[in-house]
């Protein structure tokens, strides 16, 4: 039977050399090629030099955005190290393993606190609606100006208010009460009030429009 031969470790890290040597010239030259192709393409804003610079701002992007996520994987990395690092002093005392912070639970932590920020957005916008919506109330409702309607009552205590809700024969028809009422109801809803003005309020409108209706066209 023929003996047995062992490997040659030498000559195996000499052929491994060797290869990687070869690769690494083969690299060189094709990017050697590609460079002369590049610097004999015509002029320096041709269609070949932009479409260089295009790919090498996508190489770099790319570069630039596998980076990132390196870094931020690391970060995550070391957040969730330092969090089972922490032993609880008590359970140390007793033997009792610590629990670990797991993927599942960072994930829930950070949609908790998204969900908390969308939640805080969302009652900024109500705010502002209310607040735009309190303007336009104003005015419409409160402030004074030379073409407001005369049948705007305005009071401060409920005697001022009946005191001011006089009947009278000559105001003029209104041709649409439906909708005047329509935006007026609108407005008052748009935000909160509390029950005595809200109360007051809309008894004004409903003896103004009445009194309206009542009038002969």
């Known amino acids: 039977m023929p003996k047995k031969m062992g490997v040659n470790t030498k000559a195996e890290a000499a052929r491994a050399r060797k290869s990687a040597a070869d690769t690494e010239r083969k690299e060189k030259e094709s990017r050697?090629?590609?460079?002369?192709?590049?610097?004999?393409?015509?002029?320096s804003k041709s269609r070949a030099a932009k479409k260089k610079e295009e790919e090498a701002e996508k190489r770099a992007e790319a570069a630039a955005r596998k980076a990132e996520a390196r870094r931020l994987a690391e970060q995550e990395e070391k957040e969730?190290?330092?969090?089972?690092?922490?032993?609880?002093?008590?359970?140390?005392?007793?033997?009792?393993?610590?629990?670990?912070?797991?993927e599942v639970e960072l994930r829930r932590r950070r949609e908790e606190e998204q969900a908390e920020a969308e939640r805080k957005a969302e009652e900024a916008k109500k705010q502002q609606s209310r607040t735009a919506a309190e303007e336009e109330y104003e005015r419409m409702v409160l402030i004074s100006n030379t073409n407001r309607d005369d049948?705007?009552?305005?009071?401060?205590?409920?005697?001022?208010?009946?005191?001011?809700?006089?009947?009278?024969?000559?105001?003029?028809?209104?041709?649409?009460?439906?909708?005047?009422?329509?935006?007026?109801?609108k407005v008052i809803l748009t935000f909160?009030?509390?029950?005595?003005?809200?109360?007051?309020?809309?008894?004004?409108?409903?003896?103004?429009r009445l009194k309206k209706l009542s009038c002969p066209s």
Do not use: C
């Not at 090629?33 to 004999?40: F, I, L």
């Not at 089972?84 to 797991?102: H, L």
């Open 32 to 43: 050697e090629k590609e460079d002369q192709y590049w610097r004999e393409a015509e002029g």
């Open 151 to 185: 049948s705007i009552i305005e009071a401060r205590t409920l005697d001022d208010a009946i005191a001011q809700m006089t009947v009278v024969d000559n105001l003029p028809p209104d041709r649409h009460p439906e909708r005047r009422l329509k935006a007026s109801f």
């Open 192 to 208: 909160e009030m509390d029950p005595v003005h809200y109360l007051l309020t809309l008894t004004l409108m409903l003896s103004r």
């Open 80 to 102: 969730l190290e330092k969090s089972m690092k922490k032993v609880d002093k008590k359970a140390t005392r007793v033997s009792i393993p610590v629990p670990k912070v797991t």
